[in-house]
Antibody, heavy 122, light 107 residues
Framework: EVQLVESGGGLVQPGGSLRLSCAAS????????MHWVRQAPGKGLEYVSA????????YYANSVKGRFTISRDNSKNTLYLQMGSLRAEDMAVYYC???????????????WGQGTLVTVSS | EIVMTQSPATLSVSPGERATLSCRASQSVSSNLAWYQQKPGQAPRLLIY???TRATGIPARFSGSGSGTEFTLTISSLQSEDFAVYYC?????????FGQGTKLEIK
């Protein structure tokens, strides 16, 4: 069974940093591109970032470019999102999701985690 | 960026009836269009990809159609568990933007 479990969310002050993790199981993690998608409270879905299966290619939404960094450790079956210079508008539930092959960045996503909440407030 | 526009914002339908949801892209996305269902407090679930292919385990009452800029999700006979928010998503170009969602509610 495919499972994606996010962690690392919490309360952070504006300008602060946070690292999210997504632990994957039930599939060959190193064979799949992975995505981060967020959802602000009561709002729709917004793409944040994507990474290729070997980590060699990364993609970012304009809203987070230069502030967030996506990475992965295929030996640990884990996806990361390092978030910096956080703003109030970054407050959201952050989901990791598996890209449906053969897509990498522009791809449908066939499995999602349950999400982790990031709250940005002083 | 490609802008995805869904209509209507809210759709009220009785159980057992048919629901038709629309999605329009600001430029052609070929057939690179997916539909997701999201229930309160849950992650989105992939329903349709490639504009018309049902994802694994999705009931046959869900069907997708369209190509280019105009797409439709049809639920042929609504069950109680189908009342949720539905999002379309283009994945022809980065970023693979979502529409703003259609809330399907019980009439």
């Amino acid at each position: 069974e495919v499972q994606l479990v996010e962690s690392g969310g919490g309360l952070v002050q504006p300008g602060g940093s946070l690292r999210l993790s997504c632990a994957a199981s039930g599939f060959t993690f190193s064979s799949y591109a992975m995505h981060w998608v967020r959802q602000a409270p009561g709002k729709g879905l917004e793409y944040v970032s994507a990474i290729s299966s070997n980590g060699g290619s990364t993609y970012y939404a304009n809203s987070v470019k230069g502030r967030f960094t996506i990475s992965r450790d295929n030996s640990k079956n884990t996806l990361y999102l390092q978030m910096g210079s956080l703003r109030a508008e970054d407050m959201a539930v952050y989901y990791c999701a598996r890209a449906k092959p053969p897509g990498i960045a522009a791809a449908a996503t066939d499995y999602w985690g349950q999400g982790t909440l990031v709250t940005v407030s002083s | 960026e490609i802008v995805m526009t869904q209509s209507p914002a809210t759709l009220s339908v009785s159980p057992g009836e048919r629901a038709t949801l629309s999605c329009r892209a600001s430029q052609s996305v070929s057939s690179n269009l997916a539909w997701y269902q999201q229930k309160p407090g849950q992650a989105p679930r992939l329903l349709i990809y490639g504009a018309s292919t049902r994802a694994t385990g999705i009931p046959a009452r869900f069907s997708g159609s369209g190509s280019g800029t105009e797409f439709t999700l049809t639920i042929s006979s609504l069950q109680s568990e189908d009342f949720a928010v539905y999002y379309c998503q283009q994945y022809n170009n980065w970023p693979p933007n979502f529409g703003q969602g259609t809330k399907l509610e019980i009439k």
